[in-house]
């Protein structure tokens, strides 16, 4: 499996963002309230993968006080953060979108709430897509003195 490149991860954001500002923008008075609960479930989820890949990262390194880890957990675990990545991408670009329309409509009260949760949503978005490359880094195994180029 190859790492996540970041480009991607901005082309997909950019990309949503600019679909569901299109789509916000024709059906805006049609679609229900936008609900605060993603930002702390985001948020938690980020929280759990930046403490994992903390924690695997020490056992990889082989720290005194931490048990070896299974290369087989280290391969799901590789796999959680790149579909994390990209979910955390493609989400952040539709709360991205959304604020995208409402930031033209603040003076309304209803839009100004549903701006800075979508504010909030994307920047938990963000911290996802944070967490899931740092937990993508740690799952990589270092490089002994056999693997070093000479210089």
């Known amino acids: 499996m190859k790492p996540t490149h970041p480009g991607r991860l901005v082309g997909i954001l950019v990309i949503v963002a600019l679909l569901s500002w299109a789509l916000v923008r024709q059906f805006y008075s049609e679609l229900p309230l936008m609900p ?85 949503s994307f920047v938990s978005c963000v911290a996802l897509i944070c967490a899931a490359l740092y937990l993508e880094y740690a799952c990589r195994i270092p490089k002994g003195p056999e693997d070093q180029k000479p210089k």
Do not use: C, H, N
């Open 36 to 120: 605060w609960t993603a930002i702390p479930t985001v948020l938690l989820v980020a929280i759990g993968e930046g403490y994992s890949a903390w924690a695997t990262k020490a056992r990889i390194a082989r720290k005194p006080g931490t048990k070896p880890v299974e290369p087989l957990a280290v391969a799901r675990l590789a796999a959680l953060a790149k579909a994390s990545a990209y979910a955390g991408a493609a989400f952040g670009g539709l709360f991205a979108g959304f604020a995208l329309y409402t930031v033209q409509i603040l003076d309304r009260e209803t839009p100004r709430e549903e701006f800075f949760i979508a504010m909030g």
